[in-house]
């Protein structure tokens, strides 16, 4: 059995070649499965602000379940060359952005990077709503590997302010 891969989606700006989000998403998942992923489970799209708070758009956000041969650092490099593809460059953290792909979940792996290399599962991944809550419409028991905790219970030990609405196009 394949493990279960999670991938969240993002983005606060059109794409140059896409369009806009979700719009250039759909784009970026022909992409990702021609790169050999297979595309299992798209969640609803989500609208929420920025995180730290600033001027900047506010977001739409998803969650995919993945399928996948390649190795939990070969993944994230085929991540990367998707965000590429829609102009992203990493430069400023919490810039605002065409398409962010984070690697949230790869089966029961941990992996603790150093030195910023890859870490999995997502190391901030339970505190974010823009996550959790649409990885909920797609595995609400899933296990955190670490701490235990399902996606829902995560969900209900967020702190107040993280509110999101559903996004309706």
Do not use: C, K
Not at 11 to 33: C, H, K, M, Y
Not at 90 to 105: P, V
């Amino acid at each position: 059995m394949s493990p279960q891969i999670f991938v969240a989606i993002g983005a606060n700006l059109p794409s140059p070649r896409f369009g806009r989000p979700p719009a250039s998403f759909a784009a970026a998942l022909e992409l990702l499965r021609a790169g050999g992923a297979e595309i299992r489970a798209v969640s609803r799209w989500y609208r929420s602000p920025p995180l730290p708070p600033s001027p900047q758009p506010h977001y739409i956000n998803g969650v995919i379940e993945v399928r996948s041969e390649r190795s939990p650092a070969a993944l994230l490099s085929l991540l990367h060359e998707v965000e590429r593809a829609f102009g992203r460059v990493r430069g400023e953290r919490n810039a605002a952005r065409s398409l962010d792909l984070d690697l949230l979940a790869y089966g029961e792996a941990v992996i603790d990077g150093e030195d910023g290399g890859l870490q999995v599962p997502h190391p901030r991944l339970s505190e974010r709503s823009f996550v959790l809550l649409p990885w909920a419409d797609l595995a609400p028991e899933w296990r955190h590997p670490v701490s235990g905790l399902t996606v829902a219970e995560m969900i209900a030990a967020l702190p107040a302010g993280q509110e999101i609405e559903v996004f309706t196009p």
